[in-house]
């Protein structure tokens, strides 16, 4: 099956510093998520981004579908994103049931 | 955008008791529901995919006695976990799409839960 690769595992940043986190998948896919799971385990949509860039507030993700890998961008960190980003594809071409990375845990220090 | 409402969100029970978990899609009708097990520091998993009308499918190495699914309106989803064991305390999540396949999945706030 398709394996999803989610890098750095942890990250630490100072506020107000840029990151940017990287998802790797290994076969071809039609769509791709980027959620922030907050501290209560809430899955928080962030971006759906099948291919090319989106942009939200200080957040960005920029999805290149041929070369099979994701990334999400977020400058000038606050303490509130804080938490576990986790990118996800669907498990096959029907596109129902998704299979998640490992995630990447951030922590923004004031 | 599209909400899922999961209740409860957190929930102790005893051992060898059941607790049913409801999934609902607030704003739009899901023929096809998820249900995913997330243990302490780890990633989601799916455990199940919820068919209105019709039976559920389980993935490999989920006991369908265990976790019965029951998927009876275009709305609704529940997941009970019978028979609770402490190794059953996990973080249950259920998620939706309002379109179908390779549409943006959109995911309930999850139910903790705690088996003593």
């Known amino acids: 099956g398709i394996q999803v690769e989610q890098s750095p595992p942890d990250l630490i940043l100072q506020e107000g510093a840029n990151s940017t986190l990287r998802c790797n998948f290994s076969?071809?896919?039609?769509?791709l998520q980027w959620f922030h799971q907050n501290p209560w385990g809430q899955l928080i949509n962030l971006f759906y981004i099948p291919s090319g860039t989106k942009q939200n507030g200080r957040l960005s993700a920029t999805t290149v579908a041929t070369e099979r890998y994701s990334l999400l961008y977020i400058s000038s960190s606050q303490t509130t994103d804080s938490g576990v980003y986790f990118c996800a594809v669907p498990f096959n071409q029907a596109g129902t049931a998704l299979i998640f990375g490992k995630g990447t845990t951030l922590s923004v220090s004031s | 955008g599209a909400v899922v409402s999961q209740h409860p969100s957190r929930v102790i029970c005893k051992s060898g008791t059941s607790v049913k978990i409801e999934c609902r899609s607030l704003d739009f009708q899901a023929t096809t529901m998820f249900w995913y097990r997330q243990f302490p520091k780890q990633s989601l998993m799916l455990m199940a995919t919820?068919?209105?009308?019709?039976?559920?499918?389980?993935e490999q190495g989920v006991e369908k006695d265990k976790f019965l699914i029951n998927h009876a309106s275009l709305t609704l989803s529940t997941l009970t976990v019978t028979s609770a064991h402490p190794e059953d305390s996990s973080f249950y999540i259920c998620s939706a799409q309002r379109g179908g396949g390779n549409t943006e999945a959109f995911f309930g706030q999850g139910t903790r839960l705690t088996v003593v």
């Open positions: 919820s068919n209105e009308g019709s039976k559920a499918t389980y």
């Open positions: 076969d071809s896919v039609n769509n």
